[in-house]
């Protein structure tokens, strides 16, 4: 096998992975110092669009996804983690600071594609998917083509079936329609609470919360509603999903890390039926960021979990 692009430093060259995939200097936005996101940033071509990979740290593969928000959502895990780890994050298309695709169409499954790209084209084996919010579905669904690669999921604040609660999909239909998708284009409501302590910012300092809200951005707001929209009646993604935790993932070792005050549809509940063996983690106090909340437990836990499970 060719080799693995493994960095800490910034490059000016195009770098090759392996013999199938060629990818790109990204360059750094002004509001992204290297002091709130200190990983060398590349562009894959997915789809025709440039989809943002960061690539740090040496040892067994942590794919980090999330899907409709950015990837500092992972900065502090990641950076505990790469010490020991190799860990690997991607900006969904239209999301963070990845391109969307040509045509415009944010959906589930551009986000799934990108996840079977990244895998495919870094020529990453033996993997630990790690997937917060929506970044469950899409991640499932593109490593499920490549399914003999995954080795582990980790499930953050997530969920991988259809949602056929009365409350959930109302809240998806309500996050996904129009009216609120709009008033939160101008308001920027969203990212706003996002950066607050109550999401994602409760390690984050005044200038790394105002870099969340700009990585977030307006055209990022309209691409979370719309995927949140498509998480409603996704039927094709949800049947390579479910077809994938009932057969290729079946013996796959699960760890969920949940909020304890974030799981009100009872996602944790749910892993435990698929996956009897699951073991499962609470983040005191956590909300819907457990990862952001107390990222030295939620690193501590995957490590324990990757020794006493995978390792083992």
Request: glycine share 8%; with cysteine; net charge neutral.
């Amino acid at each position: 096998m060719g080799t693995n692009l493994v960095e800490n430093v910034e490059t000016p060259l195009r770098v090759a992975i392996g013999t199938t995939a060629t990818y790109e200097p990204w360059p750094r936005p002004p509001w992204l110092s290297e002091t709130i996101w200190p990983f060398p940033t590349r562009a894959l071509q997915v789809d025709g669009a440039k989809v943002a990979i960061a690539n740090v740290g040496s040892g067994p593969v942590l794919l980090f996804a999330n899907t409709g928000l950015s990837s500092i959502i992972w900065r502090d895990a990641m950076s505990m983690l790469a010490a020991d780890f190799r860990c690997v994050c991607l900006d969904a298309p239209g999301t963070g600071l990845s391109e969307p695709p040509p045509a415009g169409k944010i959906d589930l499954e551009s986000s799934a594609r990108a996840v079977t790209a990244a895998i495919r084209r870094l020529e990453l084996e033996d993997l630990v998917l790690i997937v917060h919010d929506l970044g469950g579905l899409t991640a499932l669904a593109g490593a499920s083509e490549l399914a003999q690669r995954v080795r582990g999921i980790v499930a953050v604040n997530t969920f991988a079936w259809r949602p056929t609660q009365f409350r959930f999909r109302a809240m998806l239909k309500l996050m996904g329609s129009p009216l609120v998708r709009e008033f939160d284009v101008a308001t920027g409501l969203l990212a706003w609470i996002t950066s607050t302590s109550f999401g994602a910012g409760r390690n984050l300092d005044h200038t790394g919360r105002r870099a969340l809200r700009s990585a977030i951005g307006r055209d990022g707001l309209r691409a979370f509603h719309r995927l949140m929209g498509d998480a409603l009646d996704s039927e094709p993604l949800y049947e390579r999903v479910q077809r994938a935790l009932t057969d290729e993932f079946r013996d796959v070792p699960v760890l969920t890390i949940f909020g304890e005050r974030n799981d009100p549809f009872a996602f944790q509940a749910r892993w435990k039926a698929l996956f009897p063996e699951v073991r499962q983690v609470v983040v005191k106090d956590g909300h819907h960021f457990p990862m952001c909340d107390d990222p030295a437990f939620v690193a501590s836990s995957i490590r324990s979990w990757y020794r006493d499970v995978l390792a083992a």
